[in-house]
């Protein structure tokens, strides 16, 4: 049973330009969580998601970012017009049902995208 | 979620055991103490969870006083391998699915 894969693994972007990060979570998983996380720092949450819906976005800047989970295919955490403070490594997560933190083994995490914005 | 707080760094050498100590004054009645690891280029991953007392799996235990307001991840017999950086939540089942993550402890295991 793969776990939850991410690509790429890096991603190199010139200012203004577009970065798009997919997730593919793990097999039997509906649920998809986004976090950032910046250099010496931990993961901060971003955006949670289900299929086709948006659960809870608190987490992520108002503009330039988006997140979709649909249908079918991998969720994608997309970032319009990139900007130098956007360099960040950034994490999914999966988990079968709502992964809260008081139930062991909550949510699953991929390797993650390292975004250099150049 | 209860704020946590822990040491930014350790050392140790191979084959001690190594205690990482964190602190959550602010825990509540229905929060569970979760553990996670995370090595370079990786996400983290998750080592273990408790309540109360003592807990002990193949990879590490987790000693929970009385008070609760603090827990101690405990590694025996480190290796070079589990260098990494090391993560103390707290949250309940009726918590957030939004996991906070301090900075966590990181761990440099020397040869």
């Known amino acids: 049973n793969a776990g939850v894969m991410q690509n790429p693994r890096h991603l190199v972007r010139r200012r203004g330009q577009e970065a798009r990060l997919r997730c593919s979570p793990m097999k039997g998983h509906s649920h998809v969580y986004w976090y950032r996380q910046l250099p010496e720092e931990g993961l901060k949450f971003m955006v949670y998601?289900?299929?086709?819906?948006?659960?809870?976005e608190s987490g992520m800047p108002k503009e330039r970012f988006s997140a979709e989970f649909p249908k079918e295919g991998p969720s994608i955490l997309r970032i319009q017009q990139v900007v130098r403070g956007d360099s960040a490594a950034y994490f999914c997560a999966s988990s079968p049902t709502i992964g809260l933190a008081g139930i062991e083994e909550t949510q699953y995490f991929g390797p993650g995208t390292r975004l250099l914005v150049l | 979620l209860a704020k946590t707080t822990q040491p930014i760094s350790m050392d140790s050498y191979e084959g001690q055991e190594v205690n990482i100590t964190c602190s959550h004054n602010?825990?509540?009645?229905?929060?569970?103490i979760t553990w996670y690891q995370q090595f370079p280029s990786q996400g983290p991953r998750f080592i273990i969870q408790?309540?109360?007392t003592k807990v002990t799996n193949e990879v590490a235990s987790l000693f929970i006083p009385a008070d609760r307001k603090s827990s101690t991840l405990s590694l025996p017999r480190v290796s070079l391998s589990d260098t990494a950086v090391y993560y103390c939540?707290?949250?309940?089942?009726?918590?957030?699915?939004?996991?906070?993550f301090g900075s966590g402890t990181r761990l440099l295991v020397r040869p």
């Open positions: 998601l289900q299929k086709e819906n948006i659960i809870d």
């Open positions: 408790g309540y109360k």
């Open positions: 939540l707290v949250g309940g089942e009726d918590s957030s699915y939004k996991l906070i």
């Open positions: 602010n825990i509540a009645t229905n929060d569970y």
